[in-house]
């Protein structure tokens, strides 16, 4: 025993010590990765008694032969994944057994190497002599991984990210080329390289549960068809884990990325987008595993009944979630916006419940990393110890938890501290990959839900995870090329951004015992991205202000440091109080601008609310760079807001009053219908039997023209010889009122129309003689100046403006113009000029009928709600940042408004360019060429829609550069 126990003495490695340790306990262990001379020493001193217990792994069951009274098996999953393993190592085939855990590699796999040599292991493993002379085989001896060695010769690989990339690319080599009977590795191999084998086994532990991607993946690698006939898949895990493995391989995962996209709006479109996934062949192809009985497979072939059931119960999901708007009755889904945020940053499902369960706006740094962050007893030393060396913030669980773990490791990521583990340096690396990510999408959820603070909080720790560096420390770090020595002496003597600036190279240099450096100090400072900001504001409403803001540059351009582009930055508007963002948006700041100091301007609006808050903070915060943030205070102690307008006219509850209240037979004649509506009703008498100025604000299509012809009625009865003048502020508008009014007002009542347009002027004697002229504002504006030379002007009895609410706009001063000359002629020829002014419903109706010179009673200021026929709104915002991407992704939720609202009716889309016009008629026309019935929008028989095609391009022809011509495919049938 003496000489057992010098030799025990002379053991230096780590196990040896825990060898040394444990035997005056009377404890051995026993186990592959030890030595051999160690494992003999083992086996020796148990056989003679010296050790009471021997723990061991499975190899001493095959290897040796050591008799004892009592035989405890602690490894369950071992076990099964012992015999899986060996059962196919009795066959001349090639396995890939995938483990999770990066130790387990080496243990497993050593677990398993000694195995096969009782029974007659020497015959099993004859194809796994090898030739020592391929130069693989001296690769493999010259490389520092001893594990990789130690298993080599035993036909065994190890492969997981901790190994160096040369070691990596040997083993794939060696299995590729036969070499190996068996590799042993993570399921980084499944994914980044294409290895085939016979049988995969999937060993799991408890930690993480595997997902079905990683499940498909990994088994793909079994029986490719180019190599065998067929192949072996094996899942080893616990029995309660059993049903979530049999529920990923025969159910699906909730897809939000095609609702977020605009490929699926609906129930319909989503079970004919799963009929094209992999998951639908392979339903068709095994039913049973789906929980599909033969019954109703053979009813429905198809599946589209299962389909439609596994769409909806998703969709049910999500909406729970908050990440669509699934409205069961019609089957329509919308996108919202954690749900765009989830599709963008690839955040799962399960982790937006988390988001939706313990993120809130009250939560801090340390709360935020325990939200974004499994253990092993090896790793927990050196855990503790980067606890306490690189860890700011406390790690909630500490380090035998495991978010705590993934705490820890993402702290010491930032804090750049070093790791020892191979496991850790794994799991480090997947963390740092990954972090970044989930923190940018609670950033963006956060600004969605417009929490100013936890807004900052977490843009800061997206900029602390991409920098790897703490908030707290100084913005230089920034900077390469300062020495730490001298970062260190910044943080020393406490020297700002500031008061860095402030002072010169030579102060700095003095102040941090080096005079060189002074210079490459003052250059960084100059060159941290900064900006100045002035903001002006104009309150709109009592409730709504505008405000313009002026972004300024103060920095120096290094396309080094800041790239060839520009800088992004953020900006947000908050109410300190209420703790809320009113609006933000996403600015970038070009080269150019700051090279040449240009300005950026920024016009939004905001809500402001009674009584006044003292202030709101206009925030600028860099994207990318720590430390760079202006801030500018919009106070509201002088603001002085609009008076209060009065509330808008009530309609009344009126009798209908009918057309034969005009008293002529001739204008009754006029209207198809027998009564006027409500609002008609309200205004008659103002209008038809009254000279007072009238402001009519009333929604479209209630019914505003026919008021204005009541005024001309007026006119026709009371002042004949006088003459009505008609503005509308578009030629369109004019040309539809003239088409209309020649047959109606001409040739019905015999009154002379004219049309006074840019395109259209007559000569003087027909306007003279004219009862009604329509006109756009610019052409009355040029032919009134000359009113003293032109009598058919002061003629005039009574001015009638459309869209009188355009005086706010460009063409504004000219309206203006006009009703001020207006006022002017009738001062100076004793003859009053009525002026009747029609609009939509206005917010400041009171100040507009003040300068019209209009009293209480020539005031109608209907509410927008206010129709004859009912409207219902839908409001589906759209987030792009860029106009044509941003108006492309409008066209298919438009599709699907008209085929869900007005699918046999007329329908206007309005857009905001003349090229998008072509655009959204395209991609329309591609949704219907989708259909049973391509045509089914065209209400028009076959031979005149052909007639029209053919008539198309030689109108075309005739002017192929004139943007105005009409032509013919532009019909009301569409």
Known sequence: MCSDMVRLCKCPALQEQQMKEMFPEGFGIHHAGMLRSDRSLMESMFSKGYLKVLVCTATLAWGVNLPAHAVIIKYTRLLTWFVSVHQTLTRPLQVLSVVFIVPDVNSWS?????????????????????????????????????????????????????????????????????????????????????????????????????????????????????????????IITSHDKLSHYLTLLTAAESHREPIALGTVTNVEEAVKWLSYTYLYVRMRANPLVYGINHKAYQMDPSLELYRKELVVECG???????????????????????????????????????????????????????????????????????????????????????????????????????????????????????AARIVRALFEIALRKRWPTMTYRLLTLCKVIDKRLWGFCHPLRQFPTLSPVVLNRLEEKKLSVDKLKEMRKDEIGHMLHHVNIGLTVKQCVHQIPSVTMEASIQPITRTVLRVRLVITPDFRWNDQVHGSVGEPWWLWVEDPMNDHIYHSEYILLQKKQVVTGEPQHIVFTIPIFEPLPSQYYIKVVSDRWLGAEAVCIINFQNLILPERHPPHTELLDLQPLPVTALGNMQYESLYKFTHYNPIQTQIFHTLYHTDTNVLLGAPTGSGKTIAAEMAMFRVFNKYPGSKVVYIAPLKA????????????????????????????????????????????????????????????????????????????????????????????????????????GLSTALANARDLADWLGIGQVGLFNFRPSVRPVPLEVHIHGFPGQHYCPRMATMNKPTFQAIRSHSPAKPVLIFVSSRRQTRLTALDLIAYLATEDNPKQWLHQDERESSHIQSAAPLVLLLSPSHTKIAHPCRNDYL
């Open 110 to 234: 050593g677990a398993v190497c000694g195995a096969p040599e009782s029974e007659g292991g020497g015959s099993e493993r004859a194809d796994l002599h090898l030739d020592w002379r391929v130069p693989l085989v001296g690769q493999v001896q010259r490389s520092r991984n001893k594990q990789m060695k130690e298993m080599f010769p035993e036909g065994f690989g190890i492969h997981h990210a901790g190994m160096l990339r040369s070691d990596r690319s040997l083993m794939e080599s060696m299995f590729s080329k036969g070499y190996l009977k068996v590799l042993v590795c993570t399921a980084t191999l499944a994914w980044g390289v294409n290895l085939p084998a016979h049988a995969v086994i999937i060993k799991r532990g408890s930690l993480v549960d595997l997902g079905i991607l990683d499940v498909m993946q990994i088994f793909g690698r079994a029986g490719r068809p180019q190599f065998d006939k067929f192949g072996e898949g094996t």
């Open 733 to 836: 508008l004019v040309r539809e009122r003239i088409e209309d009014w020649k047959v109606r007002i001409e040739e019905k009542l015999g009154k002379k129309v004219v049309e006074l347009t840019g395109d259209v002027t007559p000569d003087m004697r027909a306007i003279a003689q004219a009862e009604l002229i329509v006109t756009t504002p610019e052409k009355w504006d040029g032919v009134s100046r000359s009113w003293q030379n032109r009598s058919y002007v002061q003629k005039v009895a009574i001015l009638i403006i459309d869209e009188i609410h355009l005086l706010g706009e460009d063409r504004g001063p000219v309206l203006e113009v006009i009703v001020s000359r207006t006022n002017f002629i009738s001062s100076h020829t004793s003859k009053s000029v009525r002026v009747v």
């Open 316 to 434: 049910r999901k999500l909406d729970k979630a908050r990440m669509i708007r699934f409205e069961e009755r019609t089957g329509y889904f919308a996108s919202t916006d954690l749900g765009r945020t989830a599709s963008h940053f690839y955040i799962k499902y399960n982790t937006i419940e988390t988001f939706n369960e313990l993120f809130n706006s009250q939560r801090t740094e340390a709360d935020i990393l325990s939200i974004v962050s499994k253990v092993r007893d090896e790793e927990l030393d050196e855990l503790e110890q980067m606890l306490c060396s690189f860890c700011e913030l406390p790690a909630a669980g500490g380090v035998e938890n495991g978010y705590g773990k993934v705490n820890i490791l993402l702290q010491t990521y930032i804090s750049r501290g070093e790791v020892d583990s191979f496991s850790l340096i794994s799991d480090l690396s997947y963390v740092a990959q990954n």
